[in-house]
């Protein structure tokens, strides 16, 4: 209880009646807070991930001008709102500079850590595809990149590099498994950024993290309503988002094998509200995507393992080198399936 950010939260709006810490969030702090008017969301920004948490907020809001600009478009999404302070700033500084937030808490919504069916996955694809399409015409480059390097693999690949010249890697089996699966497919990590260079695939706003339990269902619809964790929204590729989506809706746990089946439905429910501006070469290259994030995420799990823990929150000193190992799985699991993966995106294109 005492560890309870209750001073923080009463920044927000007072008196606060409880707190709870919210979602598993591997680098900001997440609470949800009750006062007796409202519920709310109170984040922490990690400082050391997100230098410029101003940054962040700035894209909410341009994010925002882009909807007014376009108030009579269909929109399936809510975007949380930002809460002011009592002193009508829109983030509290503690003592120690570390940046604190509320948002909006949307009611009647949970957010899943596994699919149970595929009317779910038609509902990840289709939020997904609808909020691509909802920002394919905004300039992503009045957006910051909050966190410069994101999902930019070769440099994913020299991070791991360079700690490996001050760290061994250590004898046991999974820490070999991880340093030759590396070692093996590190090639992967250059496609995407060389269709990036070469302008085949262009630069456009994404959410950076859409993982499963960012998309919130409504309790009585079942329907997604809401797209949340928006701090790395910025200028990038789709094929991060969609690479990053499958891998965390796709991946079986306990077996690590990749759901082909989910993986089609929501393909085919994003392609849908994607079609607009999805062009040829995106198509070209989102087996791509769908192999490269779970190997990158696994890169980055392993290269912090080695590093001792600096970036990804661990209750225990081998839970990166354990995430690591589900995501080289999956990839594995991935390889085994290019054949039915790729003729699936070719029936896909038709
Ligand atoms: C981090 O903190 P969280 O769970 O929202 C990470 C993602 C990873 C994810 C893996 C900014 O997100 O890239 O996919 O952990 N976010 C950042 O669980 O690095
Ligand atoms: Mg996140």
Redesign the pocket.
Known sequence: MNNLPYAIAEQFATPVLAIAPL??????DTFWVKTESMQFVLQRI?ST??PKPLNIMDNLLQLNQHQEQNPNRPVKLKIPALLKTLAHNDFYLDEHNDCWRALEFIENTESLEMLANVDQAQQVGLALGHFHSLLSDLDSSLLHDT?PG??VAPEYIKSYQRVLTTTFVQSDPDSLYCAEFIAGYKHLAVDLETAKARGLLALRVIH??P?L??FLFDKDSKKIISLI?L??IKPGLVHYDIG?CL??CCHKQGSNEFDLELCAVILESYLSEASTFFSAYDYDYLYTAIQL?PFE?GL??YTDFLEGNQ???VTDPKQNLN?ALAQFKLCESIIDQELAIKTLIKQLRR
């Open positions: 979602g598993n969030g591997l680098i900001n990690n991930v997100f966190l994101f999902h950076g993290d993982k339990n960012n964790d701090d790395t990053d891998r965390s994030l995420l980055r799990f970036y990804f929150k995430r």
